[in-house]
């Protein structure tokens, strides 16, 4: 039984450049999360996407960031035209569903993005 | 609004001494609080969650947590430090309006936990 899968692990671009950063949630999961780390910080919330739908986005940058939770296959954060600031962590979590028993967020290992 | 405060950046312990990782916390509605272990390079890993039930949460790895409404902390606590429990440790909070639909997660900002020889 997979865990949260995230690929890839590491992410190098130039600036200028586009990101896309994939998660494939555990098996049953229809509810995904992305948060961003910087280094010597907690996790940060950005999105909360359900399938086809964006439920929260109140974390999200206004400008270059997107995500996206097709109904077949990962779910995407794509940042365009990345800059140094972006370099961070980047990590997805997947629950279940919502209420109290089924918000559990269970995290994948992270794509560490690089911006050269 | 919720939010959460993490006492200690860095705490050192010798190996076969106790633990404790301060948490305090604030939120409008009734809490579901976690403690999340993150290891060098690698994802988080859910250590224990409180959600409503027993106050005192036995977690893995022999760690365990203790709610107290009255102090709003959730410290986290083992009795004896093992070497393979130097990671960073974050609190985590999420609230649950009327509504019933979760909150995203709120994170402590860590504690780098070092245990020594």
């Known amino acids: 039984n997979a865990g949260v899968m995230q690929n890839p692990r590491h992410l190098v671009r130039r600036r200028g450049q586009e990101a896309r950063l994939r998660c494939s949630p555990m098996?049953?999961?229809?509810?995904v999360y992305w948060y961003r780390q910087l280094p010597e910080e907690g996790l940060k919330f950005m999105v909360y996407?359900?399938?086809?739908?964006?439920?929260?986005e109140s974390g999200m940058p206004k400008e270059r960031f997107s995500a996206e939770f097709p109904k077949e296959g990962p779910s995407i954060l794509r940042i365009q035209q990345v800059v140094r600031g972006d370099s961070a962590a980047y990590f997805c979590?997947?629950?279940?569903?919502?209420?109290?028993?089924?918000?559990?967020?269970?995290f994948g290992a992270g794509t560490r993005l690089s911006v050269l | 609004a919720q939010s959460v405060t993490q006492l200690d950046s860095h705490v050192s312990v010798s190996e076969g001494t106790p633990v404790l990782l301060r948490c305090n916390y604030s939120?409008?509605?009734?809490?579901?609080l976690f403690w999340y272990v993150q290891h060098p390079n690698k994802g988080l890993q859910l250590l224990l969650k409180?959600?409503?039930?027993?106050?005192l949460v036995k977690g893995i790895n022999g760690f365990e947590a203790e709610f107290k409404k009255s102090e709003t902390s959730f410290h986290l606590t083992k009795p004896s430090a093992h070497m393979s429990d130097a990671a960073e440790y974050f609190c985590?909070?999420?609230?649950?309006?009327?509504?019933?639909?979760?909150?995203?997660?709120?994170f402590g900002s860590g504690t780098q936990l070092t245990v020594l020889p």
């Open positions: 979590a997947s629950s279940q569903g919502q209420g109290v028993a089924k918000n559990i967020q269970y």
């Open positions: 098996k049953g999961h229809s509810h």
């Open positions: 996407l359900q399938k086809e739908n964006i439920i929260d």
């Open positions: 939120s409008s509605y009734s809490p579901s």
């Open positions: 409180y959600t409503s039930a027993a106050t």
């Open positions: 985590v909070v999420s609230d649950y309006p009327p509504s019933g639909s979760a909150r995203q997660l709120t």
